[in-house]
């Protein structure tokens, strides 16, 4: 019977020394083809096979977190394995045994955070802390940055310095702010990277974009002994884990996600930097708990005049352009009451147009605020403040910046003016309206969809409604579908 000999190599990598047969299956077990690989360059200029493999017979490296995958591995085959322990890095499977759901609960308690700890908070941090590593699927509103708080404490009692990487500037400042809330001297204790600032500091703390660090030699993060990933499902590009890769020496690795994008590449890529996934809460429940506004979704079923188009470019080009179609979405949002979002994906030729067509109509009588990439961080700032303290604004926002992680409690409706199938950007931008404000009790998206279906031909932003509701069925969101004529005839 053949024999695995499993051990850490540091804390990214493990090495399994085996027969070259048993190599070769586990580099079959962890190879992967990336859908859609056939329309990216490397893959048509043949440089790539459109495949991530995980596992390296050369080498006999894998990512520290899949041990479990490949321990499952070994069971299956009839493989014999053993743990064997580093001198410097210990087993690869090490649980802290002094780390109690009592001890915890004290910890927290300790800290005296001005709000109510949920339980599933404490179950997190608990996880968090005993197994050292471990990806949080954690949904918005579950109180996500109250947990990364209480971890960054625990390390900084244990002497650890902490690397929080973050995917952009709003949300830097957003948990700086976030720890002077609980109770923390920010100032004294972290100290935020991003443009251009200095990544170079002494204090406990580094909240960072990853676009400011990822460029660093290893020795920089050679400071860290504990690094947390928050919106993790960013993190399996190829410069963000790069980050995590330079981070030989730090044990406690923590990401944190609202969702993954169902891929099992890369699920398991995540789980490698991380550790194995724990479930945190269920958005559904938070709702159900009262943690969260009541929610429904209506979505807005445009009717066109009957066409097809070449390319899912085209048809962009089409909606974003359609004039009727920019009316509908000024005309909705004007009417709405209360604060409203609404998402877009193009800057220029579409998030511009709709900014003027719904200021021009409000006037003075309402605030009408522009947001996208090119709109500095202090700014985005003073609107999210602004809209917190008023009932009826508008923000018209590109996906990239509004959709993940800015918190504002005080926003009652969202439009999705541009249509995604992606899970995670669909999710995420949902979690923006969900939060619970004063004098709110429900949320509402606005889904716009288009049909131009054509002799059984459906258009390709028609299928990206189909992916939607899927999701929604999945969470169990309540939804109904509205009929709108767009047609001239």
């Known amino acids: 019977m053949s024999s695995v000999h499993i051990k850490k190599k540091n804390e990214v990598y493990l090495t399994v020394d085996c027969e070259p047969h048993v190599g070769y299956e586990l580099a079959d077990e962890f190879t992967f083809e990336v859908p859609e690989a056939k329309f990216m360059s490397a893959y048509k200029k043949r440089y790539w096979d459109g495949k991530i493999k995980l596992f390296s017979p050369g080498t006999g490296e894998i990512y520290a977190g899949l041990l479990p995958y490949v321990t499952s591995f070994c069971k ?5 394995y053993v743990l064997v322990d580093n001198d410097v890095y210990g087993l690869p499977e090490e649980v802290d045994d002094l780390v109690t759901p009592a001890g915890v609960g004290e910890f927290v308690k300790n800290l005296s955070i001005p709000l109510k700890v949920r339980d599933y908070q404490y179950k997190a941090i608990y996880d968090a802390m005993k197994h050292r590593r471990k990806l949080l699927l954690s949904p918005t509103a579950s109180g996500k940055s109250l947990m990364i708080y209480a971890l960054t404490r625990y ?15 709003s949300l830097v400042e957003q948990m700086y702010k976030d720890f002077e809330d609980y109770g923390w001297n920010s ?6 990277v991003y443009g251009g600032a200095t990544p170079f500091s002494d204090k406990d703390v580094i909240i960072t974009t990853w676009q400011s660090v ?4 290893r020795k920089y993060f050679e400071r860290f002994g504990a690094v947390i ?3 993790a499902h960013q993190f399996k590009a190829k410069s963000l884990t790069s980050i995590m890769n330079k981070l030989h020496d730090c044990k406690y690795r923590i990401g944190f996600t609202g969702t993954l994008d169902g891929l099992q590449t890369n699920r398991l890529v995540l789980e490698g930097v991380f550790g194995s996934v724990n479930k945190v809460t269920k958005t559904e429940r938070l709702i159900k708990q009262g943690h969260l506004s009541q929610f429904e979704i209506k979505i807005l079923l445009l009717k066109h005049e009957k066409q097809t188009f070449e390319t899912y470019q085209d048809e962009m080009e089409y909606l974003c352009s359609h004039e009727n179609r920019n009316r509908f979405i000024r005309n909705l949002c004007c009417d709405l009451d209360g604060n409203t979002l609404v998402l877009f994906n193009y800057v220029e030729k579409h998030g511009l147009p709709l900014y003027e067509l719904i200021n021009t109509k409000v006037g003075d009588h309402r605030q009408v605020f522009l947001v996208h990439g090119g709109v500095e961080t202090d700014d985005r700032e003073k609107i999210r403040q602004i809209v917190e303290t008023t009932k009826d604004s508008i923000i018209v926002a590109s ?5 993940t992680g800015i918190n504002i409690r005080n926003l009652h409706n969202i439009v999705f003016a541009s249509p995604s199938k992606s899970r995670i950007r669909n999710l995420q931008s949902i979690g923006r309206v969900l939060r619970k404000g004063v004098n709110k009790r429900k949320a509402v998206l606005y889904d716009l969809a288009d049909d131009t279906t054509k002799g059984g031909r459906r258009n390709y932003t028609l299928n990206h409604l189909i992916e939607r509701v899927k999701i929604y069925n999945e969470e169990s969101f309540n939804y109904e579908f509205i009929d709108v004529n767009l047609r001239t005839k």
């Open 229 to 231: 990933g928050d919106e």
């Open 76 to 80: 299956e085959k009839g493989y014999e």
């Open 214 to 217: 990822y460029k660093l030699p």
């Open 187 to 192: 100032e004294h204790h972290c100290h935020k």
């Open 399 to 403: 996906y990239g910046t509004f959709s």
């Open 155 to 169: 390390w900084e009692r244990k002497n650890l310095r902490t690397l929080i990487v973050v995917p952009t500037t």
